[in-house]
């Protein structure tokens, strides 16, 4: 490697204020905020730099990185650091309720809901009868009543905030009882014992990992007990020797002592499990009609809505959560109060079938769809890039959001040979290109799962396939 003399190239990098001298970058700045012209600078000045110093032969050097720097180069960085970054992408992972892909979208309804209420004035603390100032937790709480007989509802944030809310409201300096088997941690940091700990209450744990006994819980019953916690252990299974108390059980101790049940069911579900393919798990009308005092779920999970946390249960509880003045600190925004709103006014609708949420299209799609899919990329393949090798195969997806962990849907994907790429490489690619697919890797081969991705989007990824395999970014043409 023969060492080359960088202080010549590095000296004619031009000064930033110079740069801004160019009469045609003087034009830039009546278009664009000059920081935003400076900064763009500042980065393709330090981009030259950086080119010059990690170079190892003179001939690494181009015209670009010796040259002047332009008004167009200069445009193009304006316009690529001032890109939104919260940005459409196209969910080929198979999981339907993808934390990190923003969990459950939304129906059309629950769309069309929150433009208008964010686009205009509306009632959502104002009693268009009366005249006077109202509630905005009516919107949603005749509908919560109506779907899951509960007495009384109130909706927050999102449910750990449900969560936080409900022990401190009940339970602050006193003592919660709780199974060891439920101590769960879920994706971002998100612990039962620390949301306890901030809530104010005091842990008291029983039983073991495995099992846990209505004894256990009976043993701990104190003068300071004011409230028995049931969390739903979202995200894994304890199998083989396992025992839980039953909700029975625990209503009935609930009874004897007059302590509350608390259940934080993690995803909420309307829907019995069977009806949309699922393997069995009580829903919140079976909670509610079972005994539980409090029952706490997500909004964008199973449900199918935006994020929320709704809580549902006793009036008396509720009206104590609803009167405490961390509610107001925890409040739902109005966007969400309205997509929630056109969410449950669906499942009221259409009780049985409320498939006009993606969520419970995707859990209900019939496999032979998801195959005609997966046929009709394989296909476009075969037309636009008949080197690359695909095959479309049966394979398992998963619910996601913490719900079912154990449980596979059948699904279809279309399984891609990434040669010469690895898969590594091919996935990200995938992943970085316009637009971008979030695909997942099995055994070398990139699977593309036909659950999670829209019937609309079906036809743009042969396309995103070829700017893989041509290295080429691609055209963004279905917006973010
Ligand atoms: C997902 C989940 C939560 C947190 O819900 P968010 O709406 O994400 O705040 C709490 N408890 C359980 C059991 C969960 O599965």
Not at 95 to 118: F, K, Y
Not at 339 to 368: F, G, N
Not at 426 to 445: A, C
Request: hydrophobic share 40%; net charge neutral; charged share 25%.
């Amino acid at each position: 490697m023969a060492e080359f003399d960088k202080k010549k190239y590095l000296r004619a990098i031009p000064a930033v204020d110079e740069t801004l001298k160019t009469p045609d970058i003087q034009l830039l700045l009546r278009r664009f905020p000059r920081t935003l012209v400076v900064k763009a600078i500042q980065l393709l000045l330090a981009q030259r730099r950086t080119r010059v110093l990690t170079a190892t032969e003179e001939t690494h050097i181009d015209e670009e990185t010796a040259g002047k720097i332009t008004a167009n180069a200069i445009e193009k960085k304006v316009r690529e650091i001032t890109q939104p970054s919260l940005t459409r992408v196209i969910n080929a992972s198979g999981i339907i309720v993808h934390t990190n892909l923003g969990r459950a979208p939304l129906s059309q309804e629950a769309i069309d809901s929150m433009v208008h209420t964010a686009q205009y004035y509306s009632n959502l603390e104002f009693d268009l009868e009366k005249g006077t100032r109202g509630s905005r937790y009516v919107h949603v709480e005749r509908f919560l009543k109506d779907i899951t007989g509960a007495e009384a509802g109130y909706v927050v944030n999102n449910n750990a905030a449900a969560v936080l809310l409900s022990l401190n409201t009940l339970a602050r300096d006193r003592e919660v009882i709780i199974s060891r088997g439920e101590l769960i941690e879920i994706g971002g940091s998100f612990r039962i014992p620390e949301i306890m700990q901030q809530s104010g209450a005091r842990l008291v744990e029983v039983g073991t990992t495995n099992r846990t006994h209505i004894s256990d819980y009976r043993n701990a019953v104190t003068d300071q007990t004011a409230a028995i916690l049931k969390v739903h252990t979202s995200n894994y299974r304890v199998v083989g020797f396992t025992s839980e108390a039953s909700l029975a059980e625990l209503t009935a101790l609930s009874d004897e002592f007059t302590v509350p049940v608390l259940f934080d069911m993690g995803s909420g579900s309307f829907l019995p499990a069977a009806s949309v393919g699922l393997a069995d798990e009580p829903t919140a009308l079976d909670l509610i009609k079972g005994g539980a005092d409090l029952v706490m779920f997500s909004g964008d999970k199973l449900l199918g809505g935006p994020q929320a946390g709704v809580i549902i249960g006793r009036k008396k509880l509720i009206d104590a959560v609803a009167g405490n003045p961390l509610a107001r600190a925890l409040r739902i925004d109005k966007l969400t109060l309205a997509a929630l709103e056109a969410t449950l006014r669906t499942y009221i609708l259409k009780p049985e079938c409320p498939d006009a949420l993606p969520v419970i299209r995707m859990l209900t799609v019939q496999e032979a769809d998801l195959k005609k899919r997966a046929v009709k990329i394989r296909r476009d393949v075969k037309r636009l890039i008949p080197s690359l090798g695909v095959s479309v195969q049966q394979d398992a997806a998963q619910v996601g959001g913490g719900s079912y962990p154990i449980h596979d849907l059948p699904t279809w994907v279309v399984a891609i040979d990434p040669s010469p790429l690895t898969a590594t490489e091919f996935e990200q690619r995938l992943r970085t290109g316009s637009p971008h697919i979030i695909s997942r890797i099995s055994k070398d081969t990139i699977l593309l799962d036909m659950r999670t991705v829209f019937p609309e989007e079906v036809s743009v990824i042969a396309g995103c396939l070829r700017n893989v395999m041509t290295g080429a970014g691609g055209q963004d043409t279905i917006g973010h």
